[in-house]
């Protein structure tokens, strides 16, 4: 078996996603922090870059709606953020 250079990129894109889990589950990292939804959308999109050479329809739609919610974590991260930040 041989590896596409679109294989190994997916494949770091899995373990980064893998990563993020592990971190979280060890309480290292907290869902909430912008850590947390920038390695999830990382990874989503190394695996979708991976997809785009071999197609497979229900792995695209599962990383195609894991990084618009990572997305949707990164936004909610900087709308707290600013919130909390003081009005002059």
Known sequence: MSFAWYDIVGTLGVAIIILAYILLQTE?????????SLLNAVGAVLILISLYYTFNFPSF???????????????KYFS??????PQT
Request: charged letters at 25%.
């Open 28 to 36: 290292r990292l907290r869902s909430g922090r912008l850590a947390y």
């Open 61 to 75: 739609v599962v990383e195609f709606f894991w990084l618009v919610i990572s997305l949707f974590g990164i936004g």
């Open 80 to 85: 707290r953020k600013n919130a909390q930040k």
